[in-house]
C-alpha cells in the first residue's frame, strides 16, 4: 500500500505548521543562549553522558536539541507531503526540500557551535541560517497558497521596487543586531560559568557602538517604511499589501521601543529574548511583504503587448494583467 495523496488544502496546511515550528525553534535557541544554558550539555547527542538531564540548564539545552531534531523531522515530513500532492507542483517539491537540507546544516553547525565553546562568530551564523530557513519556509507556504499563474505580473514598478527595498534594508538590521548580541553580556555559558569571547572589534565601545549604528538603522528603516506605505497608498495599491506593510510599521515601533528599553536598562536578558522574537517576526513580515508585492511583468513583454496591432494581442494586457496598476494619485483637492 503506497503514501496517502494529500490535497493542496493539506499542503498548505502542513506548509504553514512548518514555518510556525521553525519560528518557534528561533525563540528557544534564543532563550538556550540567554538562560545562559549553551554550554549544559557539552557532548552531543547526548548530555553528560545520559539522555535523562538534572538541572534547568540542561534540560532548557537539551530540550532545545529534542525540539530541533523533532522539527527536522516535520520538515521531512513535509517535503514527502509536496512529493504525494495532488496534483504534484515541481516547484513546490523543489522548495520544500530546502527546509530539511537547512535543519540538518543548523545541527551540525550546533555541533561545531557547542564543542568550540560558543565561538561568537558561529553562534552568528548558527542564528542567522535559521532565518535563511525562515525565507523558504515562507516562500513554501506563499506558493502552496498561490499556484504559479494564480496572480497577474504586476507592473507597478515603484511600488514593487519600494517593497523589495526593505528586504535588504531588514536583512542589514538582523546583522548588526547579532552582532551586537555577539558583543553583548549574554554568551550563553553563564550556567556553567565559563569564559567565552565576545566580539571586540572596536575595544571596550565595541558594544555600545555596534548597538548604536543598530539603532540608527532601525529607526531609518522605520522611517522609510512609512514612506513606502505613503507611496502605495498613494498608488491605490491592494489592501492586503497596504495591511501587511502597516502591520510591519507596526512591530517596527514596538520593536524600537523594546530596544530603547533594554539599551537603558542593562540589557536584561528576558528583554533581550522578547527582542530577538519581535526580530523574527519582522523578518517573516517583510518576506509576506515582498511576496505580496508580487511580480514585475517583464518590461519587453509590456512593449510587445503594447506595440502590437494584432486584436488577440491586444487583449492580452487584460489576461497578464497586473497585481494593481498605477492610476493617477488620489486627488488631494482642488488645484
Known amino acids: 500500500m503506497g ?17 510556525v515550528l521553525l519560528v518557534l525553534t528561533v525563540f528557544s535557541g534564543a532563550a538556550v543562549r ?16 545520559q539522555v535523562i538531564t538534572a538541572s534547568t540548564p540542561q534540560w532548557i539545552e537539551f530540550g532545545n536539541r529534542l525540539v530541533s531534531g523533532a522539527i527536522g523531522m516535520v520538515s521531512v515530513f513535509v517535503f514527502v507531503v509536496m512529493l504525494r500532492r495532488a ?35 558561529l553562534v552568528i551564523a548558527h542564528f542567522l541560517l535559521a532565518f535563511l530557513i525562515l525565507v523558504a519556509c515562507a516562500l513554501l507556504v506563499w506558493r502552496s497558497s498561490h499556484p504559479a499563474g494564480s496572480r497577474p505580473l504586476a507592473t507597478d514598478r515603484v ?16 546583522v548588526i543586531g547579532a552582532l551586537a548580541s555577539g558583543a553583548g553580556p549574554h554568551p550563553g555559558s553563564a550556567a ?14 565595541t558594544l555600545r557602538t555596534l548597538i548604536l549604528r543598530h539603532g540608527h538603522l532601525g529607526t531609518a528603516t522605520l522611517i522609510l517604511t512609512a514612506i513606502v506605505l505613503f507611496v502605495l497608498w498613494r498608488r491605490r495599491a491592494p489592501q492586503p499589501l497596504l495591511t501587511r506593510v502597516a502591520a510591519l510599521i507596526g512591530v517596527y515601533a514596538i520593536q524600537g521601543a523594546v530596544g530603547l528599553y533594554q539599551y537603558y536598562n542593562g540589557l536584561p536578558a528576558e528583554v533581550v529574548w522578547v527582542h530577538i522574537a519581535l526580530a523574527t517576526i519582522v ?53
Open 159 to 174: 511600488a514593487v521596487w519600494s517593497v523589495r527595498a526593505l528586504l535588504p534594508l531588514v536583512s542589514l538590521l538582523v
Open 283 to 335: 523578518w517573516v513580515l517583510v518576506l509576506f511583504a515582498v511576496f505580496e508585492a508580487g511580480r514585475l511583468e517583464p518590461r519587453a513583454l509590456r512593449e510587445r503587448l503594447v506595440n502590437s496591432p494584432s486584436p488577440a494581442t491586444s487583449q492580452a494586457p487584460a489576461d497578464l494583467g497586473a497585481v494593481w496598476s498605477a492610476p493617477p494619485p488620489r486627488d488631494s483637492g482642488s488645484r
Open 3 to 19: 503514501l496517502p495523496r494529500f490535497s493542496p488544502h493539506a499542503a498548505h496546511r502542513a506548509s504553514q505548521a512548518l514555518l
Open 34 to 49: 540567554l538562560t545562559g544554558s549553551g554550554l549544559a550539555c557539552p557532548e552531543w547527542p547526548q548530555c553528560n553522558d
Open 192 to 205: 556553567t560559568g565559563e569564559v567565552v569571547n565576545r566580539i571586540n572589534w572596536f575595544g571596550g565601545e
Open 87 to 121: 496534483p504534484r507542483d515541481s516547484t513546490l517539491l523543489r522548495i520544500s526540500a530546502l527546509p530539511p537540507i537547512g535543519m540538518a546544516a543548523e545541527g551540525a553547525l550546533g555541533v561545531v557551535t557547542v564543542t568550540t565553546h560558543l565561538s561568537p562568530g
